[in-house]
T-cell receptor, first 114, second 113 residues
């Protein structure tokens, strides 16, 4: 009974490079959420997706960030032209279709921008 | 603006005693509240939740109390165990919307043997 899977667990990028973070939701879950945690902060909502649809992207920075959840395969959070301020832990969560508000989190991807 | 506040960054208690973690919120539209526990280098783990139609929910050693008029909730852990040592996050959401969770900054609980 696999939980939410995220990879890579650690990612190091130089300024200006692209970062791609992957998330596979729990089996049977069709809702995916991305959150970002800066040092000494709580988790901040970024985007909520269902298969092939972005439902709420109110927490996403307007530039350089994008997310998708294709019909097949994992959800992808993409950060173009990374800057030092993008260094953070990125968590993915999933919930089942019509299954209530509890979200189940993956182990996170720690992005370091050098 | 911090809509969910955990004003104490840390708490230290003795094993076997009660741990009380507090959380305040400002948005009266929130109608569902959750507590998550997080160990270092891991993702948050769901602990317990409460709907705004209740004022108490209990699950084993964990009880959450909700005071809607004060916009305050608390998590009680009794008896506390060393394995409970972790960072605890309070989160709130509005059912029927996008159900995004709004988190507090977290509180580090240390349970001493």
């Amino acid at each position: 009974n696999a939980g939410v899977m995220q990879n890579p667990r650690h990612l190091v990028r130089r300024r200006g490079q692209e970062a791609r973070l992957r998330c596979s939701p729990m089996k049977g879950h069709s809702h995916v959420y991305w959150y970002r945690q800066l040092p000494e902060e709580g988790l901040k909502f970024m985007v909520y997706l269902q298969k092939e649809n972005i439902i709420d992207e109110s927490g996403m920075p307007k530039e350089r960030f994008s997310a998708e959840f294709p019909k097949e395969g994992p959800s992808i959070l993409r950060i173009q032209q990374v800057v030092r301020g993008d260094s953070a832990a990125y968590f993915c969560a999933s919930s089942p279709e019509g299954g209530g508000v509890v979200q189940y989190f993956g182990p996170g991807t720690r992005l370091t921008v050098t | 603006d911090q809509q969910v506040k955990q004003n104490s960054p840390s708490l230290s208690v003795q094993e076997g005693r009660i741990s009380i973690l507090n959380c305040d919120y400002t948005n009266s539209m929130f109608d569902y509240f959750l507590w998550y526990k997080k160990y270092p280098a891991e993702g948050p783990t769901f602990l317990i939740s409460i709907s705004s139609i209740k004022d108490k929910n209990e699950d084993g050693r964990f009880t959450v109390f909700l005071n809607k008029s004060a916009k305050h909730l608390s998590l009680h852990i009794v008896p506390s165990q060393p394995g409970d040592s972790a960072v605890y996050f309070c989160a709130a959401t509005t059912q029927g919307g996008s159900e995004k969770l709004v988190f507090g900054k977290g509180m580090k609980l240390t349970v001493n043997p």
